[in-house]
């Protein structure tokens, strides 16, 4: 057996998995276990069997690249039918996470010991699925569907200790688990035949079940458009009222319709594209990131400041530069205001306020970066500008350190070409806020070394980000692709839909804000500057900026802000603004339905990923998707 060692401890079978990286439930390990499972029964010398792992996961469950395959036997929930029903007792002894179908493993054993650090959940519902090997039938029986139901509808694991004290767990030990496991087998074995989960009903009480359909009629009304939580709801009610096989037959039915769900296909595919950011094309491990243990930020504008905030939650000293004392001066007093209201909401504590604003000094002149391993530049987004930076940067700091351009779109080789350096700098591309969104495009032009590269990546981890490397090119990845939204959202207006009707259709797909209230936010005049810049008009959004409503800011720009209000309202004198632009340009106003807004707005967005792919400016697909989940939510 190749993922499985089986060994004897007396009358005790010990059968290890060994199936690296995460013991994943692939169809060798099934396999492997069933015949473990198998060769202890029919031992006469064998009186119990412990199930344990070795690496940093017990079982982190069912083997997601099997997903979509034709399933291959043993099955999932057949191997834990067999582990159930042996006349000799199962200990599960959990070390490490027990995820999904590995948690289910651990729920058909008789016995379960949990090693203190081990994490232990039903995490499938953060896939758009429901546990499909007996998890929402067995976890109902061990515990009461009370408890069994909001652990499998959040998908958080739970600590070793919180285990013990739902009874999802026999005993934890800071000791050697394999040891306990092997004690509480013993124990089993004195008592006889080994109670399972498929017989137990002493939880499912009446009270039980009532409190389980007040917590379902309360999911219902959150979650009532989630196909999962629906799901869930239905498998575990069939586990409080129909007997273990039906109920199980039940699961096995709405799993099965899930995992072709592409709400759940999407899921998985965002799993592996998060992890697979991390390989960079071209960089293997050989190449070692430099030492960061200082850096510097030039320009205290939002970006700046939320910039040089990253580090300090990082706890890594950094210098933030402008030209002019009051500059510096209020730079530091918005990072200051917003540390208050995290202090003000109960999440920063004063003392990490004022460690975390120890860690960043102010400086006029950029002078200031010398000591720097790292400088990014956050300044006014104008070549001139940031060549007169790159250049002076070339005289100040030391050899080997990075420079870093935050420019949201700007070529990065003609900021560099201001530089004798040009392997040392690259495109740092945070996004607003930059405290808060985890995004942060890594823009590697052609000539960077690897080693800037890497260090790159490795920082964005540091500071907390979903660091994505990109090639260069005008927007790179996310604006390029947001910039075909924003025209065709202005083609809309043009064309008969409003504001709200184009905001309300992106937002009912999902997205947390439409274009225009997103332009109110972050303030219309950047885009009308950006155009300007490029000789480029958008007939209504320059109306808009013409009249001096740029956005929340103003108190007004597509929509009204009343008193500072957070939330938009309908503008009339926006819409006959647009109104009249349509007329001017000899248009008939049209409805449009939401339908129709989406292909308008989304289509574009496609095919422009499409041409970044086919450039090379995202080494794959996945990394176009983690760059709109994490920056642009
Ligand atoms: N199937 C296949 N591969 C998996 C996997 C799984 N269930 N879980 C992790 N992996 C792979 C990852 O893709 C990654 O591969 P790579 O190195 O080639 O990129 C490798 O294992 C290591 O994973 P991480 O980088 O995530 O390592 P961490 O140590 O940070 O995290 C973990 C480990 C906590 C186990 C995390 O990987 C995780 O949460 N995995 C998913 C757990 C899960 O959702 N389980 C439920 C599965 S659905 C199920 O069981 C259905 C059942 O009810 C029938």
Redesign the pocket.
């Known amino acids: 057996m190749e993922t499985v060692r089986l060994a004897r401890h007396g009358e005790i079978a010990i059968a290890t998995i060994d199936n690296p ?2 013991n ?1 439930l692939g169809q060798a390990l099934r396999s492997d276990l069933a015949r473990a499972v198998a060769d202890a029964g029919s031992d006469p010398g064998i009186a119990a069997i412990v199930i344990a792992a070795a690496g ?2 017990f079982i ?6 099997e997903f979509g395959k034709p399933p291959v036997a043993p099955f ?1 929930p057949d191997l834990l039918d067999a582990i159930e029903a042996s006349p000799k007792p199962g200990v599960a002894a959990i070390q490490g ?1 027990a ?3 590995g948690l ?1 493993v651990a729920l058909s054993c008789h016995g379960r010991v949990a090693s203190s650090a081990a994490m232990l959940g039903l ?2 519902v ?2 758009g ?1 429901i ?3 007996g ?1 929402t039938q067995r976890l109902p029986r061990l515990i009461g569907a009370a408890k069994a139901f909001p652990m499998m509808l959040s998908g958080e694991p739970v600590t070793a200790g919180r285990a013990l004290e739902l009874g999802l767990v026999d005993e934890v030990t800071g000791g050697d688990v394999v040891a306990a496991a092997v004690a509480l087998a013993r124990t089993l074995v004195t008592r006889g035949a080994p109670v399972r989960q498929r017989d137990a009903t002493v939880r499912l009480t009446s009270a039980d079940r009532e409190t389980f359909e007040a917590l379902a009629a309360d999911a219902t009304k959150k979650s009532g458009d989630m196909p999962n939580a629906m799901a869930l709801i239905e498998a575990v009610r069939a586990a409080v009222t129909l007997p273990f096989a039906e109920g199980l037959a039940v699961e096995r039915a709405l ?1 099965t319709k899930l995992l072709a769900d592409p709400r759940s296909k999407a899921l998985r595919h965002v799993f ?1 594209a998060e ?1 697979e950011i991390a390989r960079v094309p071209g960089i293997g491990s050989e190449v070692k990131p430099r030492p960061i243990a200082k850096a510097a930020v030039i320009g205290a504008g939002t970006m700046g400041g939320g910039i040089a905030m990253c580090f300090a939650n990082a706890g890594i000293p950094v210098t933030l530069i402008e030209t002019q004392k009051a500059q510096i001066d209020n730079g530091m007093n918005r990072i200051a205001a917003i540390y208050e209201m995290s202090v003000a909401r109960g999440s920063l504590t004063p003392a990490l306020r004022d460690q975390r604003l120890a860690l960043i000094t102010p400086a006029v002149g950029i002078a200031a970066a010398a000591k720097a391993d790292i400088v990014i530049e956050a300044a006014f987004e104008e070549m001139g500008v940031k060549q007169q930076i790159f250049s002076a940067l070339d005289a100040i700091v030391k050899p080997g350190a990075i420079l870093a351009s935050n420019t949201s779109y700007l070529d990065i080789p003609t900021i560099a070409a201001a530089n004798t350096r040009p392997a040392d700098v690259l495109g740092m591309h945070f996004f607003s806020p930059a405290n808060v969104m985890k995004l942060l495009e890594i823009v590697r032009p052609a000539g960077v070394a690897d080693d800037v590269v890497a260090t790159a990546v490795a920082l964005g981890r540091r500071l907390g980000k979903v660091p994505v490397v990109v090639g260069n090119g005008f927007g790179f990845v996310g604006n390029r692709m947001l910039e075909q939204r924003t025209r065709a959202a202005e083609r809309l207006l043009i064309a008969g839909a409003l504001p709200h009707e184009v905001d309300g259709a992106l937002t009912g797909f999902g997205f947390k804000m439409g274009p225009f209230a997103m332009s109110d936010l972050a303030g219309n005049d950047i885009g009308w500057r950006t155009r300007k810049s490029r000789g480029k008009t958008a007939a209504v959004a320059d109306a808009i900026c013409e009249c001096g409503w740029f956005g929340q800011k103003t108190g007004r720009g597509y929509y009204l802000y009343p008193d500072g209000a957070r939330s938009g309202e309908r503008d009339p004198e926006v819409e006959a603004l647009i109104a009249r632009i349509s007329a001017e340009q000899g248009v008939t106003r049209r409805n449009f339905t939401a339908e129709d807004i989406l292909a308008r707005l989304l289509d574009p967005m496609v095919n422009e990923g499409a041409r970044i792919l086919e450039e090379g400016i995202a080494a794959r697909p996945g990394d176009i998707d983690i760059i709109w989940l994490n920056g642009y939510n």
């Open positions: 990286p995460v994943a940093r996961a982190a469950g069912a083997d997601f690249s999932l996470v995820l999904g179908g289910e995490p499938e953060k896939l699925l546990p499909g090997a998890g799993f592996f992890r």
